[in-house]
Structures are given as structure tokens and as C-alpha cells.
């Protein structure tokens, strides 16, 4: 313990976790490094729809009673014992909570914590983001520990449409006025969806999202039964805390896409859409629309907080579609820490990471090789 006024607690039971809630969201509100995958309502309900009984580990630190850090875990085997964040293949950032009034502590007291956790398994905290709170725990770790390159992130500066237009070449610029006109011409309409409305649109999204993908390549876990759950289940809660936005597209009073964008003090991020294959058809750039909305719906919500300084995340992936709008790139980490008994799970973990990569990097370049005239 780093100080006679914090203790250290380890939750492993779930209803107790649920339980947490409303000292979360304060802890929550106070970390300005903490993005949507950090709430309570995101973990928990990914939890709900994910864990597997017996594996919970969450890390608490308290200052008087009052949680000053959190470090949602679970015991898994990938395949060598590890304890990793909540949240799996579907969050874009894993990070810990640590509350800014008293970080330094609180990240003092979280890695004694964490480090009486690894004794018999390797910690790894995959999709970091730089910056993140987390970093203040690998700062402090005595023990073995590795940073490791994790996804490519892309993201646009916090501003308005006109202004992202003006860092594209002209030619480009003026191709995306014209798909806004296009927009305003066909009559797309669009209005951001209360709390007590987002189970239906959640529906909605998931329905035009596998409608938008049919014949194509989708991302399998979209279409499953315990990802529609997970999201109805967390998004109302986090529309009602101000974490997240959901918009719907009308056109001649039918819905025809939705919009699922996260959203904290340093980000808003667009996480999921659905969109009807007509709008294609009518020559309607749903891209183009989406951004044009969020970058809308963005510059009213700082004009309400002027304190609130958010990038515009296009969170993981380097889709050719996201280049368009010459975005910045900001790699996320991961980051091992082990103990000396588990150091060698730790080299273990890096060794399979460069085969991985090497593997992913050779892969690419024969696709590019194939796709050569």
C-alpha cells in the first residue's frame, strides 16, 4: 500500500461488481485519459454478455472508503495464464481508471495491487492508448515489463466540416461539398435519438448493419446474438450519462441508417453504423454523411462545454475509406508486466507477438503483390 489512507481490494464477485456503478461513474468522470470502454455500463454489460463465471478480477483502491482506481481483469488463457482487460475483440481501448485528484497515489497503491495479482499469471493490457492511465502503472512496475506495438488508430482534429475540407486537396474538397449537396437534394434527414429510444435503434443499426454487409465481408461477431445484447443493454445507459450519441437517418419518414458514435472528454469516436444498401443506390456517400454529422452534432456539444477539447477518433483500422479525409495516425500499445517467477510467460508473450506480426506483415505484402496489374 503506497499510503496508510489507501487499501487495495480485489472484486471477483459479479454481483458485486454491478453493485458499482455510481462510484464508478464518479471515478469514471474524474480520469480525463478514460474513454467510453471504460464506463460502467460498457465493461458490465460486456461482462454479462462475455465472462465466464469464476474468471472476474477487478482491482479496487479506495482513499477513505472513496474508489480512487480501478483495474477491470479476468483470468484467461491466450494460451499461457494472463490476466487482461474487460472487454475483448470489441473495445477499441483497455486502460485502468485512476482518479486525477490523486493519480500518483492511486497508481502507486494499483501496481502493489496488480503486482500481488501476477503472481502466477502475466498481465496484459492489450490496445493502449497513448496517453492512457494505465501508463502510469507500467511507469511504477518493478518488475519485468514490455511495451509492444498494438493497432493502428486514425484519427481527424476536433473541428468543424468546413475545416476538415480545407486540409483536402482541392479536387477532393470540392468531390465532398458536392456529395453534401447530394445529401441535402435527396432529403436525408437526421435526429439524435433519446435515452428511452435507443433499444429500438439499437435494433435497427444491428438490422441495416448485417442488411449494408449481406454478400460481403462482415465482422462475424456483429451478427451474434450476445453482441446485439451487449450493446442494447449498454448504450441506453451510456446515452443517459453523456457517453455516447446514437443518430438516425430518415428518408420519406423511414429510417434508412443509424449511428452508433462513443463519446468522452478527449474523444468521439464512431464505434458502429447501419446503413440500407438504397442510399448507394442514390448515389449517397454514407460516409461523407456520418462524418458530416458528427462533426455537427460534435461542434454543438463544445459549444455547450468550451472546456471539452475531443478528437475525432476513427478508432482501429486502416480502411481505405478512412484516408480520404487525411487523418492522423496514433498507434495504440500493449503492455506486459509480470513478475519474476512469470518473466518467462512475459518473453513467451513477445516471441508469439513478432511471429504474429511477421506473419500479418508477409500476408499483406503478397496481397499487394496479387493486387499489382
Not at 455500463?41 to 480501478?70: I, M, N
Not at 501476477?118 to 498481465?123: H, M
Not at 451487449?230 to 434508412?256: N, Y
Amino acid at each position: 500500500m503506497a499510503d496508510s489512507t489507501l487499501t487495495v481490494e480485489l472484486c471477483t464477485d459479479e454481483a458485486e461488481f454491478g453493485g458499482l456503478a455510481t462510484a464508478w461513474a464518479r471515478l469514471h468522470r474524474g480520469c480525463r485519459t478514460a474513454t467510453p470502454f471504460q464506463s460502467h455500463a460498457w465493461l458490465h454489460s460486456w461482462w454479462l454478455s462475455y465472462g465466464t463465471r469464476g474468471r472476474l478480477r477487478v482491482v479496487l483502491v479506495r482513499r477513505d472508503g472513496e474508489l480512487v482506481a480501478a483495474a477491470p481483469l479476468m483470468r484467461a488463457y491466450v494460451p499461457l495464464p494472463a490476466l487482461v482487460p474487460l472487454g475483448g475483440a470489441i473495445t477499441d481501448f483497455t486502460d485502468v481508471l485512476l482518479d486525477d485528484a490523486c493519480a500518483d497515489e492511486a497508481a502507486d497503491a494499483l501496481a502493489d495491487g496488480l503486482s500481488q495479482l501476477a503472481r502466477g499469471a502475466l498481465i496484459d493490457f492489450r490496445e493502449v492508448r497513448s496517453g492512457a492511465a494505465v501508463e502510469r502503472v507500467y511507469a511504477r512496475w518493478r518488475g519485468p515489463r514490455l511495451r509492444l506495438a498494438g493497432s493502428l488508430c486514425l484519427e481527424l482534429p476536433s473541428t468543424s466540416l468546413p475545416e476538415l475540407l480545407g486540409r483536402l486537396p482541392a479536387p477532393r474538397a470540392q468531390r465532398a461539398r458536392a456529395k453534401i449537396r447530394k445529401l441535402q437534394a435527396v432529403g436525408v434527414e437526421r435526429r439524435v435519438v433519446g435515452h428511452d429510444e435507443v433499444d429500438d435503434s439499437m435494433r435497427t443499426l444491428l438490422r441495416l448493419h448485417q442488411l449494408q454487409w449481406q454478400g460481403r465481408k462482415v465482422t462475424p461477431e456483429h451478427l451474434r446474438p450476445r453482441f446485439s445484447e451487449h450493446l442494447i443493454r449498454s448504450v441506453g445507459l451510456m446515452v443517459r450519462e453523456g457517453g455516447a450519441v446514437v443518430t438516425e437517418f430518415r428518408l420519406d419518414d423511414t429510417v434508412v441508417a443509424t449511428d452508433l458514435t462513443l463519446l468522452s472528454s478527449q474523444l468521439a469516436g464512431g464505434y458502429l453504423y447501419g446503413a440500407d444498401p438504397r442510399l448507394r443506390e442514390r448515389k449517397v456517400d454514407v460516409a461523407t454523411m456520418l462524418l458530416h454529422a458528427c462533426t455537427e452534432y460534435h461542434a454543438s456539444t463544445e459549444a455547450a462545454d468550451s472546456g471539452r477539447s475531443r478528437v475525432l477518433s476513427l478508432l482501429r483500422g486502416d480502411e481505405p475509406y478512412k484516408h480520404h479525409w487525411r487523418p492522423e495516425e496514433a498507434t495504440n500499445h500493449r503492455l506486459l508486466l509480470a513478475r519474476r517467477r512469470t518473466a518467462p510467460v512475459l518473453r513467451a508473450a513477445a516471441w508469439e507477438a513478432v511471429a504474429r506480426n511477421r506473419g500479418r506483415e508477409f500476408l499483406r505484402k503478397r496481397r499487394e503483390r496479387q493486387e499489382r496489374p
